[in-house]
């Protein structure tokens, strides 16, 4: 019996260490970075790259980068947000473009005030305008996720297609280009999951428009964009060019594989197409198609996440510091996060770098970050609202029915009352 | 094994019409279930981009996955924390639980059955309730990013003390009684008599405990801050959300990180078919 005892005592000992080790670390000073991201391979090496570069300037800051799924990132932002516990926050975290206006506008005071601290006119406009509110911009933009169409060369023209045909086009004409590339080549023109609206968000983007109203009200119910935008979706997905797919992997898998011969999306599928080596030289890139309403341009967008610095933090002024050295001056880093990461940022004076510039053999040569720079520039720019993913199920569920040939204006009222609900 | 020798009894006729029909659903039900780890192992020693298309054949990326893996998470860092919460956990969450439910059931009390009903109650909370209040006591006793506070809040387990309480229903009370007027302490009947005689109770509790705290998400993605307290769920989950994600490691690492349940469940199984038949018969 006492023998037992004694192990339980010796556990709880063990325990009580282990628990006393943590504040000690939690007390070491205030020169401590801690970062809150997620994505391994993108948004967390290139944080590490960040703090190496830093670390040369200012070798007394430590930094602890803390890779979470993104999801998670968000659960555990708004958990210690909700509770006012402050202890556990970062000092800096990502947040993902669309949810940026959420927590900026849930939580004003929790986040620095950074409109005096960079200079804004040096980052891509439609990026500063999503992290600004109440007149106050609060974060450092980063990556863009600036759109384009991505083709398959050889067989457009093999449909006798050329580049120009894909140049400044409406997604109506893209949708005419498919069919006449399918019934010539039997290759589908692209692949789309109709369960997932991420297109219909680049289709309104490029139309400078949302999911909500400037009153930041749901706005989808009596919205031409929106009416078109949902209209278009469907005729492309309906289109028998159109390779239907399940999920991420299976999309992804139809340019691989070679059945779809384009994909349009955000710069960060690039690493994805050319993950297929076999098809080197037989690509290019295209601007995005438009809506065919007046003003839509031919950029949008569709991801894309900024970094935020907290109020709490113990180290604000060097957590500043420290994102303005690097993501507002450092040109040499966005070159380095370009080739080693694919990621390209909003940060304009680093797009005439020589990363830029390459000529991409895969693309044939063409250079295509110069390309998708001169795209983002052209982004219009939108609130996103607090709500873009509530609204962007309320879409989702709507869609079945205006597939099925249903009216888009009486699916557009259900999606609208959904949303409404939702969001109450 | 009645079982065996019925199935031998019926198979030595003809099989019947019957037989070959529910064997027909078994195995097809069997593929259901079989094929995602099927689809694992095969994912695993592929690259992600032959993931994504389907390929279903083992691939020769195995290696090469292993070593992706070996640079994006700290593995035995992941798995000596993820262990150390399991058995510390699991420990005290039967030493916990199989004490309130032997007092339950063992000793007489005019409130005992509404404490225990309360008790029960308690279940029907959601955690996404209690979440929030739960991490501002850890907040006020600097417990955050500790593996206590990823512990203690499950050590007094309901479901396991109303299983506990359930098993103790068939253990005999005539045995503690015998301990008693052989002059065994209340503790001394507990850990020398009721302990031992139900095994195979512990067995499959344990089973049960050991997987829902290798398993625990929500709640440790909550209080753990830093790296260095990163449990296996968590780093599986950081590598799912990514502008490409990389299908091959991500299979790997989850046959990693389930390869243990599935030890310990294989090595216990008899014990915890007997536990949940019931035991102390």
């Excluded at chain 2, 309730?129 to 309901?158: D, E, H, W, Y």
Aim: proline letters at 4%; one cysteine or more; a neutral charge.
């Amino acid at each position: 019996m006492k023998k037992f005892l004694f192990v339980v005592l010796a556990l709880m000992l063990t325990l009580s260490v282990f628990a006393a080790g943590d504040k000690e670390a939690a007390a070491a000073g205030p020169q401590k970075i801690t970062i809150w991201a997620w994505d391994p391979n993108f948004n967390i090496a290139i944080m590490e790259e960040a703090k190496a570069r830093y670390q040369a300037i200012n070798p007394d800051v430590q930094f602890e980068i803390v890779d979470m799924a993104k999801a998670d990132v968000e659960q555990k932002l708004l958990i210690n947000l909700s509770s006012g516990v402050t202890d556990g926050l970062p000092d800096i975290v990502l947040i993902e473009d669309y949810n940026a206006e959420k927590y900026l506008s849930s939580y004003p005071d929790s986040f620095a005030d950074l409109s005096s601290s960079f200079d804004y006119s040096q980052f891509a406009p439609y990026k500063v305008k999503l992290m600004t509110v109440g007149g106050k911009t609060y974060g450092v933009p980063f990556d863009t996720g600036v759109a384009g169409t991505y083709y398959r060369k050889d067989i457009l023209e093999a449909a006798g297609f050329r580049a120009s045909d894909m140049e400044n086009i409406t997604w109506d004409r893209f949708i005419e280009i498919g069919e006449a590339v399918f019934a010539k080549t039997g290759v589908s023109m692209c692949a789309f999951d109709p369960t997932d609206g991420g297109l219909v968000r680049v289709m309104l983007h490029s139309a400078g428009s949302w999911y909500f109203d400037k009153n930041g009200k749901p706005f989808l119910a009596g919205n031409p964009v929106m009416e078109a935008a949902v209209a278009t979706y469907a005729k492309l997905i309906n289109s028998p060019g159109t390779m239907k797919t399940s999920g991420w992997a299976e999309w992804v898998g139809a340019i691989n594989s070679g059945k779809a011969a384009t994909i349009s999306t955000g710069v960060w599928i690039t690493g994805s197409v050319k993950a297929e080596a076999t098809q080197s030289g037989k690509w290019a890139l295209a601007p995005i198609p438009r809506l065919n309403v007046p003003g839509a341009v031919n950029a949008s967008n569709l991801g894309g996440s900024s970094w935020y610095v907290l109020n709490s933090s113990k180290a604000k002024a060097t957590a500043i510091d420290f994102l303005k050295q690097i993501y507002a001056k450092d040109n040499d880093f966005y070159q380095k996060i370009l080739v080693d990461r694919g990621a390209v940022g909003s940060f304009l004076p680093s797009q005439g770098g020589s990363a830029y510039m390459v000529a991409d053999p895969f693309f044939g040569g063409q250079k295509v970050f110069q390309n998708f720079s001169a795209y983002m520039q052209k982004i219009p720019s939108v609130e996103f609202g607090s709500y873009t993913y509530e609204a962007d199920s309320a879409i989702a569920s709507v869609l079945p029915s205006i597939y099925a040939g249903g009216s888009v204006a009486d699916a557009l009222k259900a999606a609208q009352a959904q949303l409404e609900n939702a969001i109450k | 094994m009645p079982h065996e020798q019925l199935l031998l009894r019926r198979l030595r006729g003809r099989p019947s019409a019957g037989l070959v029909f529910s064997y027909v659903f078994i195995i097809i039900v069997a593929a259901f279930c079989l094929f995602p780890f099927l689809w694992m192992v095969i994912g695993a020693t592929n690259v992600s981009k032959d993931v994504s298309m389907g390929k279903l054949s083992l691939g020769m990326a195995l290696f090469d996955n292993f070593a992706n893996l070996n640079k994006l998470v700290n593995l035995p860092l992941v798995f000596r924390n993820t262990a150390f919460v399991t058995l510390v956990g699991t420990f005290f969450t039967l030493l916990v639980a199989s004490m309130a439910g032997y007092g339950f059931e063992m000793y007489r009390n005019r409130h005992r059955e509404r404490l225990y009903a309360f008790l029960l109650l308690t279940m029907m909370i959601p955690f996404a309730a209690v979440m929030i209040p739960l991490f501002r006591i850890f907040a006020k006793v600097q417990l955050l990013n500790s593996f206590i506070a990823v512990i203690l809040p499950s050590v007094a387990s309901v479901i396991v003390i109303f299983y506990f309480r359930q098993s103790t229903k068939s253990f005999s009370r005539e045995l503690v009684e015998a301990a008693r007027i052989d002059g065994l302490s209340e503790l001394q009947a507990f850990f020398y008599i009721y302990v031992p005689s139900m095994k195979s109770t512990y067995a499959a509790a344990a089973i049960i405990v050991f997987m829902s705290y290798w398993n625990s998400f929500l709640w440790p993605l909550i209080v753990l801050q830093t790296n260095d307290k990163k449990l296996l769920t968590l780093a599986i989950s950081s590598l799912s959300s990514s502008y490409t994600p990389d299908f091959g490691v991500i299979m790997l690492f989850i046959i990693l990180a389930t390869s243990p349940t599935l030890v310990i469940f294989f090595a216990m199984q008899r014990q915890f078919v007997a536990g949940m038949l019931g035991a102390g018969k």
